[in-house]
């Protein structure tokens, strides 16, 4: 059964450090997301991107984050300047609209420890 | 401000009971509500989706409903086993993200 996959599954890096978490969505599908998950929390919207731009965004969202599809199968999320509130679970997910609705897939995730 | 509550916030049942968990939304403008399943540090496992047009929608031992009007989702899962422990998300769309709840933490006894 297809899957999203995420890389890598835990990155450590130091504050002020630039990360690039990578994720492979679903290959028919169009639409991409990612959200985050702080340890204890809900699960948070991030942002979504369709057609090579961002649909929409959360206040979270800022500057500091960007997203991009480098090729036709890669979806990155960079985080220019890691604070250490950056340390989260971040999850990729796709999906395709169809009649039946636009259900979302999940990635297993990528843990950031920002040190 | 659209928030989502799920009640309760954590369940121990025996091995075989029905159980139902609880999710609320407060803005009634959805296009769909999923339920997820969460294991400890792993990822969502997408259970169900049901369009805001359903009113019920069924997998297996899982049956979810839902009440748009008044803001209300359960799931039902049937003859609980102590393979069903794990959190229970209930996401909320609304075009193009989805708003979590916070969960339900269940545990199956066996």
């Known amino acids: 059964e297809p899957e999203v996959t995420q890389t890598p599954s835990h990155q450590v890096t130091q504050m002020g450090q630039e990360v690039i978490l990578r994720c492979v969505p679903i290959?028919?599908?169009?639409?991409f997301y990612w959200y985050r998950q702080i340890l204890g929390q809900k699960v948070e919207f991030l942002v979504s991107?369709?057609?090579?731009?961002?649909?929409?965004k959360s206040e979270i969202f800022d500057d500091q984050f960007s997203v991009e599809r480098p090729d036709g199968s890669n979806f990155t999320l960079k985080i220019r300047s890691t604070k250490l509130e950056d340390s989260a679970m971040y999850f990729c997910?796709?999906?395709?609209?169809?009649?039946?609705?636009?259900?979302?897939?999940f990635g297993p995730g990528t843990r950031l420890t920002v040190l | 401000k659209q928030e989502v509550t799920q009640i309760p916030a954590a369940l121990s049942v025996p091995e075989g009971e029905n159980l139902v968990l609880n999710c609320s939304f407060t803005?009634?403008?959805?296009?769909?509500l999923q339920w997820f399943r969460q294991d400890p540090g792993k990822g969502l496992t997408s259970l169900l989706l049901?369009?805001?047009?359903?009113r019920e929608q069924t997998s297996g031992r899982l049956n979810a409903s839902l009440d748009k009007s008044s803001g209300r989702s359960t799931l039902y899962i049937a003859a609980s086993q102590p393979g069903d422990s794990a959190t229970y998300l209930c996401?909320?769309?609304?075009?193009?993200?989805?708003?979590f709840g916070a969960g339900t933490i269940l545990r199956v006894k066996s």
């Open positions: 997910a796709s999906s395709a609209w169809t009649s039946l609705g636009n259900e979302q897939f």
């Open positions: 290959s028919n599908h169009l639409y």
């Open positions: 991107f369709y057609n090579n731009e961002i649909s929409e």
């Open positions: 803005d009634s403008a959805i296009y769909n």
């Open positions: 049901i369009q805001s047009s359903q």
């Open positions: 996401a909320v769309s609304y075009g193009n993200k989805l708003v």
